[in-house]
């Protein structure tokens, strides 16, 4: 995707000192001469950002951003300590115990790539009114509408992260101008934004090479709303720390003319995935493999071609032993491992393992190409899932424990040590979907297990009952590695328990942690703005 890029337009309170250079000038006559200059200039260019190449950039494949802070802080995996590697000042291990700072600067970073988005989107709408006379009636709406929803994609992700955030709709240069909104009010104007929008949005497959692939076309409005909805309760809820929340059969929407409760309104927006065409592909790996642009599964993703784009993809990369990637011709860093209560979860060790454990871990002796890979000291590499720790330094298994990433097919022909693949990165899939659904249905007193077992069923695994805690296991074994696990632990008030080896932090069973703090760089640039409760000292 070529960066089109005239200049960066920076909200100072917002994303501070950002040094990044245009690759190119181009003339206001040569930007904005036609209409189909005015959409590359002004629309064409946010999706550069949907992927990274730079540490905390990019909604997954990166280090230190909005993957690893909804991954990483979870029962779900962790980065251990392995003698003199992954300690990196306490970082990873803060992640997991959740013992982070405002003063952290990823966390900055993912502030400061969040907001560079916002801001670049308002200036994309300023823009789009300065030179309307180019474009008809409806094509200024349905750019407007298309800007609108990136935008509200990165609000959701700023509000879902941290809470109460400003919430800027203009293109603005003063920090006099910025204020904080509650979560509640940016959330409301995250779904109204997705609302207005769907009129005007491409009823197309983004998944699909084209002229649509990578775009945020209906179908992944249709998605995030149906998101949005399954987490109402918490994103309603302007104090999560005092042990309350909404009711989600209390908080309504307005679907198609109907007024539908938040659980309602998560099915029929799920329903509407199912009419648009998208279905389970028949094996679950096909998601993941290299060419997945044709998966009828898959909805939204991070276009990756190793020639065309430069979007990191570096999470197999940093989970492979070393000896590993050697085998495969790459590079590896020999770090990210599942938790011991993971793989449990998928009956690792058990007759009753879920198959869709050999799609997600490398496990047990390790086999490339039909051969044994071995240690420097000659002995064979096995990886042992049962004896991961959180600091692994001077255990025998310091370098081998852990069930390793898996997932993602391996592209051999990969560049930069597989970082450069032709596997795009799935960000949505129906599959989410129809586990979506099937909660909802049961937190509305309803059977999800239609919704469930066809899910099970796609991966030869036997039926179960839908209730919330086979929900949640499944979200787990279905979605692993795909960085929803923080937002479902919050949801189903498991984040601030002790877990694994995480004992539960003084003062946690309130709920502060189930936000990140406003980072003390962007409290230092605006007096207006005030810290999130539990991070006030």
């Not at 009129?199 to 090479?209: A, G, H, M, T």
């Not at 991966?459 to 086979?470: V, Y």
Request: aromatic share 14%; with cysteine.
């Amino acid at each position: 995707m070529k960066k089109y890029l005239l200049f960066l337009i920076v909200l100072p309170v917002l994303t501070a000192c950002l040094d990044e250079h245009p690759k190119g000038q181009l003339t206001e006559e040569e930007a904005y001469g036609s209409a189909t200059s005015l959409y590359i200039n002004t629309i064409s260019t946010l999706y550069n950002y949907i992927g990274g190449n730079e540490e905390s950039q990019g909604l997954q494949g990166t280090y230190r951003g909005v993957y690893d802070y909804n991954t990483f802080t979870t029962d779900e995996a962790m980065l251990p300590t392995r003698g003199g590697d992954w300690y990196d000042g306490g970082f990873w291990q803060g992640l997991y115990l959740h013992q982070w700072s405002a003063a952290d600067l990823p966390l900055y970073a993912t502030w400061t790539y969040l907001y560079k988005v916002v801001g670049l989107c308002n200036h994309s709408l300023a823009l789009l009114e300065q030179y309307r006379s180019l474009l008809t009636a409806r094509e200024l709406q349905v750019c407007q509408a298309e800007v609108r929803s990136i935008r509200a994609l990165y609000y959701y992700y700023l509000m879902d992260l941290f809470g109460n955030v400003p919430l800027c709709t203009t293109y603005i240069s003063s920090t006099d101008q910025v204020t904080q909104s509650g979560r509640g009010a940016v959330f409301r104007f995250v779904v109204s934004e997705l609302e207005a929008a769907l009129p005007f949005l491409y009823p197309q497959e983004s998944q699909r090479e084209g002229y649509y692939y990578g775009k945020l076309t209906l179908p992944v409005a249709y998605f995030l709303l149906a998101k949005l909805a399954l987490n109402a309760e918490v994103y309603s809820d302007d104090n999560w720390t005092d042990g309350q929340r909404p009711d989600g059969k209390n908080i309504f929407f307005e679907v198609d003319g109907q007024r539908l409760n938040a659980w309602e309104t998560t099915v029929a927006y799920c329903e509407k995935l199912g009419a648009f065409g998208y279905r389970l592909e028949t094996n679950y790996t096909t998601n993941f493999a290299i060419g997945n642009e044709n998966s009828c599964e898959n909805i939204f993703t991070i276009p990756m071609d190793k020639t065309l784009y430069t979007n990191w993809f570096r999470n197999l990369f940093r989970s492979r032993h070393y000896n590993h990637g050697a085998a495969l011709g790459m590079d590896a860093e020999n770090g990210t491992s599942a938790t011991r209560s993971t793989v449990r979860t998928f009956g690792y060790g058990t007759p009753d393992i879920d198959a869709r454990y050999r799609c997600n871990f490398y496990s047990d002796t390790l086999l490339v190409d039909g051969k044994n890979v071995y240690l420097d000291n000659g002995e064979a590499l096995v990886y042992r899932p049962l004896e991961v720790r959180l600091d692994l330094t001077g255990s025998p298994y310091e370098k081998t424990a852990g069930a390793r990433m898996s997932k993602y097919e391996i592209d051999r022909t990969a560049y930069n040590d597989g970082w450069l693949q032709s596997n795009d990165i799935v960000l949505f899939r129906y599959g989410d979907a129809l586990l979506m659904a099937a909660e909802a249905k049961v937190r509305n007193g309803q059977d999800g297990s239609y919704e469930l077992n066809l899910i099970r069923r796609r991966a030869g695994m036997p039926d179960r009952e839908a209730t919330l805690n086979t929900l949640l296991d499944e979200r787990l074994m279905e979605l692993m590695w795909e960085g929803w696990r923080r937002q479902d632990l919050i949801r189903f008030g498991r984040f601030t328990t002790a877990y694994d080896e995480r004992p539960q932090l003084p003062d946690e069973a309130s709920g502060y942690t189930t936000v990140f703090p406003i980072p003390s760089k962007v409290l230092d640039l605006n007096k207006n703005l005030h810290q999130n409760p539990g991070y006030e000292n």
